[in-house]
């Protein structure tokens, strides 16, 4: 068997696989985030251990662990977790929505050097430009610094007592040279830094360390557990679902929004706000546009109006066409492909005629309208897609997948019920680590619908999307 653990922004989740990628158990746990200021995020990494724990004790009370031979790790990315020289957490984590330190991205990012080797634009949540507030503003813990680890490396600190990251989550850092897949000695030296303070590299599918024998003996594991390197959450959700080769894609709505696409070649175009980082398997690549807020922002309007987010989409019943009600979802800044950490969001051409569910209609065509700045973003750079599959809790709703699909003129595939998301991945990668597997295990999951466009509402969405565009440019300078 395998294990798949994905530590999420608002939960870890451990999954349970046999060697026939069946899911045996699985189990989740709670976290929290703090924001203690305007564009901050963190979270405590304690409580991330405790959630691993937690999760872990559930699947040994669901199903014996005796023949586990894999462990695989997925996790939020970009977070900046700061250790001393005796492994102690010396500040909260800044998590991957905590833009404060979008003065020291945008000073990192006017330098070339650092879009030529990494491949991407300095965004504010990348963890170099948080590593240098850090070091402005909090001077005698940047001292202190030893060791700088992502969220899913903390966790595998724990597990395995190895300093050790892989090639998805590192292209995230700012500090990867991403074409060759190995730290660049001159990005981090333009931080202060050198590889002292990063971790090893390793592929995702490969051997990054074994399970330390107290924790094996815990909750009744062999002494031999293999722990994969595993991937960042998005590249590890699409080895769940099967995104592996150039042409694929996925649509993830969660909390945030990402549009995912396998690439066979390196070919970054830092200029358009896609993201380019290795894939979570070893000579493939991926792109893809974030937004920043997606069922986060249809989230934030239903508690606005005392309502919940499956009852305001629930009732919509056939698409509609665009109205003048329009949203822009940058609740906390924006990424593709404005790179825009201070624009906010807005309602406009609000009128009489508004109600609740036009309202709720307007925060699902206006993701809709960001998917599609990330999908134009993206075929700028020459991506090409023939597949695309709806992934995330948002992809329950019919009507958020049929505006998708008519804005993008492509038809949006829907897997039979199941989860393939980042700790499904990880469990495929634990395979992988444990028995020499590779790609061709990372399968497309059975697909249980496909969501056609709505050819008549093609020129409308269209139309509405210019609109869209128009008003981010309107608005940009007034939040």
């Given at each position: 068997m395998f ?5 999420g ?5 451990a999954?349970?696989i046999d060697?026939d990628?069946k899911?045996i158990?699985?189990?989740t746990?709670?976290?929290t ?12 990494p304690?409580?991330w251990?405790a959630?691993?724990?937690?999760a872990?004790?559930?699947?040994a009370a669901?199903?014996?662990l005796a ?7 997925s996790?939020?990315?970009h977070?900046a977790?700061?250790?001393?020289a005796?492994d ?8 991957w929505?905590?833009?404060r ?11 070339p050097l650092?879009?030529e ?6 965004f ?5 430009p ?7 503003n909090e ?6 610094l ?5 969220p ?6 724990w597990?395995?007592?190895e ?5 998805s989550d590192?292209a ?7 074409g060759?897949?190995d730290w ?5 030296a333009?931080s202060?830094l ?6 090893s ?6 051997a990054?360390?074994?399970?330390r024998?107290e ?6 594991l062999?002494?031999n ?8 959450d998005n590249a590890a959700s699409?080895?769940?679902v099967g995104?592996v080769?150039a042409?694929?894609a996925?649509?993830?709505?969660g909390t945030s ?5 396998a ?13 380019t ?14 937004i920043l ?5 249809l989230?934030?309007y239903?508690n606005?109006?005392g309502s919940?987010?499956?009852t ?8 509609r066409?665009?109205?003048?009600a329009?949203f822009?979802p940058y ?10 950490a ?8 609000l ?7 036009a309202?709720a ?13 990330s999908?134009d973003a993206l075929?700028?750079?020459g991506?090409?897609?023939e ?8 992809s329950?709703?019919?009507?958020w ?11 949006v595939q829907?897997?039979v019920?199941g ?9 495929r990668?634990?395979l ?7 790609a ?5 999951p059975e697909?249980?619908k496909?969501?056609?466009?709505v ?5 409308a969405f269209a ?5 869209y565009?128009?008003?981010y440019q309107?608005l940009?300078?007034?939040?």
């Amino acid at each position: 068997m395998f294990i798949g653990l994905d530590l999420g922004t608002s939960g870890l989740k451990a999954l349970l696989i046999d060697e026939d990628q069946k899911v045996i158990a699985e189990a989740t746990a709670p976290l929290t985030v703090s924001r203690p200021a305007a564009g901050w995020s963190e979270q405590a990494p304690a409580d991330w251990l405790a959630a691993a724990s937690a999760a872990m004790d559930g699947l040994a009370a669901a199903s014996p662990l005796a023949g586990v031979k894999g462990i695989g790790l997925s996790g939020q990315m970009h977070g900046a977790t700061l250790l001393d020289a005796a492994d102690d957490v010396l500040r909260p984590c800044m998590l991957w929505n905590d833009t404060r330190s979008y003065q020291e991205a945008a000073a990192l990012d006017a330098a070339p050097l650092w879009r030529e080797i990494s491949g991407n634009i300095v965004f504010p949540g990348f963890t170099a430009p948080k590593v240098m507030w850090v070091q402005k503003n909090e001077p005698e813990v940047f001292d202190k610094l030893a060791k700088v680890l992502l969220p899913k490396d903390y966790l595998r600190l724990w597990l395995t007592g190895e300093y050790v990251s892989e090639m998805s989550d590192a292209a995230g850092t700012s500090w990867l040279d991403t074409g060759k897949r190995d730290w660049s000695d001159a990005l981090l030296a333009g931080s202060d830094l050198s590889r002292d303070h990063m971790p090893s590299l390793v592929e995702g599918a490969a051997a990054s360390g074994t399970l330390r024998k107290e924790l094996a003996d815990r909750w009744g594991l062999p002494g031999n557990v293999v722990v994969a390197g595993g991937g960042g959450d998005n590249a590890a959700s699409a080895v769940g679902v099967g995104v592996v080769n150039a042409g694929e894609a996925f649509i993830s709505l969660g909390t945030s929004g990402v549009l995912f696409a396998a690439s066979d070649a390196y070919q970054p175009d830092p200029a358009t706000a896609v993201h380019t980082f290795c894939h979570a398997l070893p000579d493939t690549w991926h792109q893809m546009g974030v937004i920043l807020a997606a069922t986060d922002a249809l989230n934030w309007y239903a508690n606005l109006v005392g309502s919940d987010a499956a009852t305001l989409t629930g009732t919509l019943g056939e698409l509609r066409r665009p109205g003048r009600a329009m949203f822009l979802p940058y609740l906390g800044g924006e990424r593709t492909p404005h790179n825009d950490a201070q624009i906010r969001g807005a309602f406009t051409g609000l009128e009489h005629a508004t109600d609740q569910a036009a309202g709720a209609v307007a925060v699902l065509e206006g993701v809709t309208h960001a998917v599609k700045d990330s999908y134009d973003a993206l075929a700028s750079t020459g991506t090409k897609f023939e597949r695309l599959i709806a992934v995330g809790g948002g992809s329950r709703s019919v009507y958020w997948l049929q505006a998708i699909a008519t804005s993008l003129d492509m038809p949006v595939q829907v897997p039979v019920a199941g989860d393939f998301g980042g700790a499904f991945g990880a469990a495929r990668l634990a395979l992988m680590a444990a028995t020499g597997a590779g790609a061709e295990i990372a399968t497309i999951p059975e697909i249980s619908k496909v969501v056609e466009p709505v050819k008549e509402l093609k020129s409308a969405f269209a139309d509405a999307h210019a609109r869209y565009r128009d008003s981010y440019q309107a608005l940009r300078g007034l939040s």
